[in-house]
């Protein structure tokens, strides 16, 4: 299990973060969503060891990796998408992808895990010496996740992978995160699009001014009407699975 325990992170004296509890059951679906500057992905970088945490604590099966260097968190099997995917633009979608793949156990695995990566998204297959750079957007997106899926992560954590994206290719991405979900990787999703994350999620949290303002099933959160108008974005007659 991945547990953030009263979490508080900085910006200088701004506090972006606030007290957070959240948790994340080994092979579960966690949504993240809440308004823009909610502080969700300071949250989800923090969680991978990007941004320094102020107070609280980061726990992995209940050790402490609050202080560790970033490299290890990728050791404990965590691995992000960050929001605006990163991409190394002049190498190939082969050396993206094999640069997820260099730490630990999953340098020995590295074949397989490309094998993985383009069964999962074909289009990469037939792909992978053109620059990543020449890429579509959707492509694009495509190779940061098969990027951090290099790594074999426990915990695959996602900032926005729909962003600026067209229905079409959201939609076969939000495929792929249900079969990654479904071969045993817990994933949280931070996601603009609420309504197709909440039908993706077995339990969703709700971001708002950098405090965890409701939290519970999708169902249970689009049951209030005050939290679906206010956060969801869901009206009277969408359903939330």
Known sequence: MYEVSNVAVNYGAAAAVSNVHLRIEPGELVVVVGPNGAGKSTLINAMAGVHAVATGRLLVDGQDITREPPHRFCDRGIAIVPEGRR??????????????????????????????VCALFPALAERLDVPAGALSGGQQQMVAIGRALMARPRFLL??????GLSPLIVHDLFRAIREINGSGVAVLLVEQNVVMALELARRAYVLDEGR???????????????IRRAYLGIGPTDKAR
């Open 158 to 163: 996602l900032d926005e992978p729909s962003l």
């Open 87 to 116: 991409l190394f633009v002049n190498l190939s979608v082969r050396e993206n992808l094999e640069l997820g793949g260099y730490r630990g156990g999953a340098r020995r695995m590295r074949k397989e895990s490309m094998h993985g």
């Open 212 to 226: 965890i303002a409701a939290e519970g099933s999708p169902a249970e959160l689009a049951a209030h009407d005050d």
